[in-house]
T-cell receptor, first 113, second 113 residues
Framework: EDQVTQSPEALRLQEGESSSLNCSYT??????LFWYRQDPGKGPEFLFT???AGEEKEKERLKATLTKKESFLHITAPKPEDSATYLC??????????????FGRGTQLTVWP | EAQVTQNPRYLITVTGKKLTVTCSQN?????MSWYRQDPGLGLRQIYY???????DKGDVPEGYKVSRKEKRNFPLILESPSPNQTSLYFC????????????FGPGTRLTVT
């Protein structure tokens, strides 16, 4: 069964305190892993796509990395505006279910000044 | 401006009264999908459509119907809503099943009493 687990469920950081969010997955053949940011009351906003182990993507203070079993979202020197829920999703490499996306429950990040 | 629109944004209804939530995108995307988001359960896929007249079930399709008669629209139909369908619903679209730059709508908060 395809599954995505995110940890921690919630994370509080002081401004400038770097940390990482984890997304572990079990899927029979990974086609893609996706990170989203979701602000309260809004739809998720796409951040990154990762396709293969060893791949890294960066955007401002965020860097996403991928291994064969998990992905990390590293946040360097976070600011209060980085506060949001971060969602991870995976797509399996199966022709019959290419349209399926499996989401984790998210990590709620709070960055205080 | 590239966007996914949903209507209505908020809806309170009673058990058994048929309703439709509309979703429209202006990016000529082939792929569209519906999700529901519940506290503690995260985002779960209801239905998706790879193209016009092509739809398929996600994780939680029971009690829902969809249709894709034209590329830009993907309505979600609840023919006999029940209280367990009270949730926050999101429509999403992307160019294809690479899911690169998947765009989400603003959400529809549905309450069934």
């Amino acid at each position: 069964e395809d599954q995505v687990t995110q940890s921690p469920e919630a994370l509080r950081l002081q401004e400038g305190e770097s940390s990482s969010l984890n997304c572990s997955y079990t899927v029979s053949g990974l086609r893609g892993l996706f990170w989203y940011r979701q602000d309260p009351g809004k739809g998720p906003e796409f951040l990154f796509t990762l396709y293969s182990a060893g791949e890294e993507k960066e955007k401002e203070r965020l860097k996403a990395t991928l291994t064969k079993k998990e992905s990390f979202l590293h946040i360097t020197a976070p600011k209060p505006e980085d506060s949001a829920t971060y969602l991870c999703a995976v797509q399996a490499n199966r022709g019959s279910t290419l349209g399926r996306l499996y989401f984790g429950r998210g990590t709620q990040l709070t960055v205080w000044p | 401006e590239a966007q996914v629109t949903q209507n209505p944004r908020y809806l309170i209804t009673v058990t058994g009264k048929k309703l439709t939530v509309t979703c429209s995108q202006n990016m000529n995307h082939e792929y569209m999908s519906w999700y529901r988001q519940d506290p503690g359960l995260g985002l779960r896929q209801i239905y998706y459509s790879m193209n016009v007249e092509v739809t398929d079930k996600g994780d939680v399709p029971e009690g829902y119907k969809v249709s894709r008669k034209e590329k830009r629209n993907f309505p979600l139909i609840l023919e006999s809503p029940s209280p367990n369908q009270t949730s926050l619903y999101f429509c999403a679209s992307s160019l294809g099943t690479s899911f690169t730059e998947q765009y989400f709508g603003p959400g529809t908060r549905l309450t069934v009493t």
